[in-house]
C-alpha cells in the first residue's frame, strides 16, 4: 500500500532551538494534515494543506506542501517544553478518504 | 468549540467476548472513520463511513469488525469477537470534507 517515510524519527532538541521535519511519498497526494499527539491521547490536528507550494503557519508552527505533491514540511521555531510530543503527517489521495499516515517525529526537548 | 466524544475511555474484556466502542462526531461532520493505534506504532486506518454506509475498509477491518449509526448522533464499532491482537487504542474521527478531527480514544485491552 501507499507509504509516507517521516523523519526524523525522533528529535532531541534545546529549548528555544528551531525543529524541521518532513513527510516524503512516491504517491501524490491532493491534502496534508499535520497531526501532534501526547501520550495516551488522540492526536490533534496542527495544520491543514490543500494545494501544492501552500505555506501555512499555526502560531510558531509553519507547513508547507511541496510543489510535486509528494512531500510536506513542518518548522517548529523557538521550541517550548509544550512542544514535546508525537508529530504526525497523513496524507489524503485524490481517490479516497483514506488517511495515510507516517511513522511520526518524537520531539524530545533536554533539560 | 466543538469536539469528537468517545465512551468508554478504558474497555477491558476477555477474548472472545464482543465490544462496542462508542464516538459522537462533531454534529455538522458528514465523514466518520475509525482508526487504532497498537502501542508505540502508528495510526492505522480501518474504516470510513458517510451517507450511512461504508465508503472504505482497510484489510484489519474483516468480518469481525462492524459499524453503525444508530441514531443522529452516535458512530459505533463493534468487535464481535474480541482476540488478545485487538488490543489497541481505538480513535474515532469526524470531517466536514478533508480534515479529520479525533476524538481521545478508547483503549481497548483484551485479556
Known amino acids: 500500500g501507499q507509504q509516507l517515510n517521516q523523519s526524523p524519527q525522533s528529535m532531541f532538541i534545546q529549548e528555544g532551538e528551531d525543529v524541521s521535519m518532513n513527510c516524503t511519498s512516491s504517491s501524490i497526494f491532493n491534502t496534508w494534515l499535520w497531526y501532534k499527539q501526547d501520550p495516551g491521547e488522540g492526536p490533534v490536528l496542527l495544520i491543514a494543506?490543500?494545494?501544492a507550494g501552500e505555506l501555512t503557519s499555526n502560531g510558531r508552527l509553519t507547513a508547507q506542501f511541496g510543489i510535486t505533491r509528494k512531500d510536506s514540511f513542518l518548522n517548529i521555531s523557538a521550541s517550548i517544553p509544550s512542544d514535546v510530543g508525537i508529530y504526525f503527517c497523513a496524507g489524503l489521495m485524490d481517490s479516497n478518504y483514506q488517511l495515510i499516515w507516517g511513522a511520526g517525529t518524537k520531539l524530545i526537548i533536554k533539560p | 468549540e466543538p469536539e469528537v466524544t468517545q465512551t468508554p475511555s478504558h474497555q477491558v474484556t476477555q477474548m472472545g467476548q464482543e465490544v462496542i466502542l462508542r464516538c459522537v462526531p462533531i454534529?455538522?461532520?458528514?465523514?466518520f472513520y475509525w482508526y487504532r493505534q497498537i502501542l508505540g506504532q502508528k495510526v492505522e486506518f480501518l474504516v470510513s463511513f458517510y451517507n450511512n454506509e461504508i465508503s472504505e475498509k482497510s484489510e484489519i477491518f474483516d468480518d469481525q469488525f462492524s459499524v453503525e449509526r444508530p441514531d443522529g448522533s452516535n458512530f459505533t464499532l463493534k468487535i464481535r469477537s474480541t482476540k488478545l491482537e485487538d488490543s489497541a487504542m481505538y480513535f474515532c474521527a469526524s470531517s466536514p470534507f478533508y480534515e479529520q478531527y479525533f476524538g481521545p480514544g478508547t483503549r481497548l485491552t483484551v485479556t
Open positions: 494543506l490543500y494545494k
Open positions: 454534529s455538522n461532520h458528514l465523514y
